[in-house]
């Protein structure tokens, strides 16, 4: 038996975001706390869109790149100072992330260090819109949203079926300006999310289908995206993959690259794209053992040749295709790159072993494996 998480209404494709006022409206909105980044990028769109359907707003634009606690709760302070009835959230992950934490604050009280884990809360957000402009987290659609807690230096995984956004926007036109760096790191974050949902302990003919069409979308697109920025087809592609994976891992969960990845970007501020696109080969490697035939779709879907090949050859071809694919979109080649000392990889093991996404990886690791794992991707 398993659950299936989806947001009950997703607009997509070139000019949908026209519909936001409209599904504003029908939400109740009255007032909106519009969540976005310091750049406020296409924040003037959303207000006028708002306003037209006679829903008032008020902006709070200081989400850090990886959100924090506080960012949380002077969100949440400006939502009851404001009176406001519902929650836009633009832009990638960080806002998005931060907005579910603000809304689910809003609701159930307390801190949001409290709702750390598996369905903590007791009641849902208010209404939620969430409106993407990056192809990578599908944090717009998911049940997940994560928080660095600065005390400790981790981010929290929070899982909770009551932070799926109550509609969410893919407009790829937001997407246009998106520089290539950044387009780089989402894009190798939703490879992330297909690939750990696809070789997770739970993951069902529904997930594997929207992985496996994710993992090739992102094989084929992500490289044109990256190169020029305004190739509309290759963002729109890229902006379906990224949602495919969400479904995907919304879902099946994700794995130890997630689970490590977590640690650095707590640690040391680091972008989680990044850390992903460069852990996810090492991880992999790890993994190969406990479902190879699983790799051998995996280099399939990333348009590998294997035929003739023995099973184990032909999934060791999806670790180099992953490789190339960094490679080629200008993602660091080691985590020495990022300045990761070799003296903080056992207390980022420890930590890894302690988050949620690590439950559903293929093969059990122990904080040696996680360690040896780090080093390999130094």
């Given at each position: 038996?398993?659950?299936?998480?989806?947001?009950?209404?997703?607009?997509m494709?070139?000019?949908?975001l026209?519909?936001?006022?409209?599904?504003?409206?029908?939400?109740?909105g009255?007032?909106?706390?519009?969540?976005?980044g310091?750049?406020?990028?296409?924040?003037?769109?959303i207000?006028?869109?708002?306003?037209?359907?006679?829903?008032?707003?008020?902006?709070?634009?200081?989400?850090?790149?990886?959100?924090?606690?506080?960012?949380v709760?002077?969100?949440?302070?400006l939502y009851?100072?404001?009176?406001?009835?519902?929650?836009?959230?633009?832009?990638?992950?960080?806002?998005?992330?931060?907005a579910?934490?603000i809304?689910?604050?809003?609701?159930?009280?307390?801190?949001?260090?409290?709702?750390?884990g598996?369905?903590?809360?007791?009641?849902?957000?208010?209404p939620?819109?969430?409106?993407?402009?990056?192809?990578g987290?599908?944090?717009?659609?998911?049940?997940?949203?994560i928080?660095?807690?600065?005390?400790?230096?981790?981010?929290?995984?929070?899982?909770?079926?009551?932070?799926?956004?109550?509609v969410?926007?893919?407009?790829?036109e937001?997407?246009?300006?998106?520089?290539?760096?950044?387009?780089?790191?989402t894009?190798?974050?939703?490879?992330?999310?297909a690939?750990?949902?696809?070789?997770?302990?739970?993951?069902?003919?529904?997930?594997d289908?929207?992985?496996?069409?994710a993992?090739e979308?992102?094989?084929k697109?992500?490289?044109p995206?990256?190169?020029?920025?305004?190739?509309?087809?290759?963002?729109?592609?890229?902006?379906?993959?990224?949602?495919l994976a969400?479904?995907a891992f919304?879902?099946?969960?994700?794995?130890?690259?997630h689970?490590?990845?977590?640690?650095?970007?707590?640690?040391?501020d680091?972008?989680?794209?990044?850390?992903?696109?460069?852990?996810?080969?090492?991880?992999?490697?790890?993994?190969?053992?406990?479902?190879?035939e699983?790799?051998?779709?995996i280099?399939?879907?990333?348009?590998?040749?294997?035929n003739?090949?023995?099973?184990?050859?032909?999934a060791d071809?999806?670790?180099?295709?992953i490789?190339?694919l960094?490679?080629?979109?200008?993602?660091?080649?080691?985590?020495?790159?990022?300045?990761v000392?070799?003296?903080?990889?056992?207390?980022l093991?420890?930590?890894?072993?302690?988050?949620?996404?690590?439950?559903t990886?293929?093969?059990?690791?122990n904080?040696?494996d996680?360690i040896?794992?780090?080093?390999?991707?130094?």
């Open positions: 038996m398993y659950g299936y998480f989806m947001p009950t209404e997703n607009f494709g070139i000019g949908c026209s519909e936001l006022g409209k599904q504003a409206k029908t939400l109740g009255t007032k909106a706390l519009l969540v976005t310091k750049s406020r990028r296409n924040s003037e769109t207000v006028k869109l708002l306003k037209d359907s006679g829903i008032d707003s008020v902006i709070y634009s200081d989400v850090q790149p990886n959100p924090t606690v506080k960012n709760h002077d969100g949440v302070d009851k100072k404001e009176n406001c009835n519902i929650i836009v959230a633009l832009g990638g992950g960080s806002p998005i992330d931060c579910k934490g809304g689910l604050i809003a609701t159930n009280g307390g801190s949001i260090k409290d709702y750390e598996l369905d903590k809360s007791k009641k849902p957000m208010p939620f819109i969430a409106v993407n402009t990056t192809a987290t599908a944090s717009e659609m998911t049940r997940f949203t928080i660095t807690d600065t005390d400790r230096h981790v981010k929290m995984a929070i899982v909770d079926w009551h932070v799926t956004p109550n969410s926007f893919n407009d790829p937001l997407m246009i300006s998106m520089p290539a760096h950044l387009t780089a790191a894009g190798m974050d939703a490879l992330t999310h690939i750990e949902a696809y070789v997770s302990t739970i993951a069902t003919p529904i997930t289908s929207a992985a496996i069409k993992i979308l992102i094989s697109y992500l490289r995206a990256v190169a020029n920025g305004e190739n509309i087809e290759a963002r729109e592609k890229m902006a379906y993959a990224e949602f969400g479904m919304n879902n099946a969960s994700l794995g130890n690259v689970a490590m990845a977590h640690q650095l970007g707590g640690f040391y680091l972008p989680h794209g990044v850390c992903n696109a460069i852990l996810l080969p090492h991880v992999e490697r790890f993994n190969m053992i406990a479902c190879p699983r790799f051998v779709d280099a399939i879907a990333m348009g590998e040749n294997v003739g090949l023995s099973t184990m050859e032909a071809k999806a670790l180099k295709a490789q190339r960094a490679q080629d979109v200008g993602i660091p080649s080691g985590l020495k790159e990022l300045n000392k070799e003296s903080d990889l056992p207390i093991a420890e930590n890894a072993l302690k988050d949620a996404c690590g439950l990886n293929p093969r059990k690791a904080k040696d996680i040896e794992i780090f080093r390999q991707a130094m």
